[in-house]
Structures are given as structure tokens and as C-alpha cells.
């Protein structure tokens, strides 16, 4: 799980930002070197598969926020979230903001961030664990991962709450 922090000067501007999901992996590397060039402030949280599986992924997701926020130099005042809900962060107010990353600036970088960022683990990933196809799966349970976790079990890289396969539940 990786989210992002991002304090954006006033008048930032990109033709390009937009959703992680709506941007070209292109185009979302080079918006990842601009964002993190003229950023104010910006911040990586990551939670491990571990703790996802201790926590649960929407915890888990909150954590890796409040992560990427302790990291911040600046006074924050106000967090502007992505989604429908938030675990309050110390005593900053903030507002949820459904599609957030599509109508917020601020947000749709920390998108970006956070969507490069996790893309490049996968990346080292990979080179470490070239069966499990995670330079194109980006972790996502595809049938060749799924074949490469029937073939040679999982790794510390997965999560054991994850339906990872049907037969393979009984052995955690």
C-alpha cells in the first residue's frame, strides 16, 4: 500500500494531471518528475503487506497516509482526501472528497506519486521474483500470477488476507 502527500504552490498547473489511472504510465513518469521538482512539500507512505494483513487494506490505506503526512516539514491545515472517509490525522481537519483525484490538483499528484512510487517497487519486485509478473501486473491477481503462486507458493510480498487461491487458504 503507497500513498502520497503533496503541498502544491497556488497557481500549479500541468495540461497533463489528472487521475493516476487516466494518465499513460508516460506521461504519469514525467508528471512525477515535475510534481516532485515544483511541489512545496511532497511525501511517500508505505504500509507492508504485513501490516495490511494485521490492519486490514482500508486501514492499512489510511496508515500509509498518515505515514506520507508525518513525513511534511510544513504546518499542515487542511487534508484534502481522495474517497468517502479518513482516519483523522492528529487534530488537522480534512474533507473527503469522492473522485478527488479527477477535481483536485493537490490530490490527482499525490495520485500520480503514489501510483509511480508503487509502479517502481513492483519494478525491484520483479527483478527479484520474475514469476510472479509483477512488472506488468502491478500485483494485481492475474491468472500468470495466480499459475506462478500455484507453482511456487507466495512470497513475503503477498498478502496472506488476500484470496490468493481457493486451495491454498486452508494452509495459512
Not at 111 to 137: C, F, Q, V
Not at 143 to 159: K, M, Q, S, V
Request: charge should be positive; charged fraction near 20%; glycine fraction near 4%.
Amino acid at each position: 500500500m503507497v500513498a502520497a502527500a503533496v503541498i502544491l504552490p497556488e497557481d500549479f498547473y500541468h495540461p497533463l494531471l489528472n487521475d493516476s489511472k487516466q494518465v499513460s504510465k508516460k506521461n504519469r513518469e514525467e508528471l512525477r518528475l515535475y510534481i516532485e521538482s515544483v511541489a512545496i512539500e511532497w511525501a511517500i507512505g508505505i504500509c507492508s503487506p504485513q501490516e495490511i494483513d494485521k490492519i486490514n487494506i482500508l486501514k492499512a490505506s489510511f496508515l500509509a497516509m498518515h505515514k506520507a503526512l508525518n513525513q511534511l516539514k510544513s504546518n499542515v491545515q487542511f487534508i484534502l482526501v481522495d474517497g468517502n472517509r479518513f482516519t483523522p490525522y492528529k487534530s488537522v481537519p480534512h474533507g473527503c472528497m469522492v473522485k478527488g483525484d479527477s477535481r483536485f490538483a493537490n490530490i490527482a499528484a499525490a495520485s500520480i506519486l503514489a501510483k509511480t512510487h508503487r509502479d517502481e517497487i513492483m519494478e525491484k519486485l520483479h527483478i527479484k521474483n520474475p514469476a510472479y509478473g509483477w512488472n506488468n501486473n502491478a500485483g494485481y491477481p492475474t491468472l500468470a500470477h495466480r499459475n506462478a503462486i500455484r507453482e511456487f507458493g507466495i512470497t513475503p510480498h503477498h498478502r496472506k488476507t488476500f484470496r490468493l487461491l481457493p486451495e491454498q487458504l486452508t494452509l495459512f
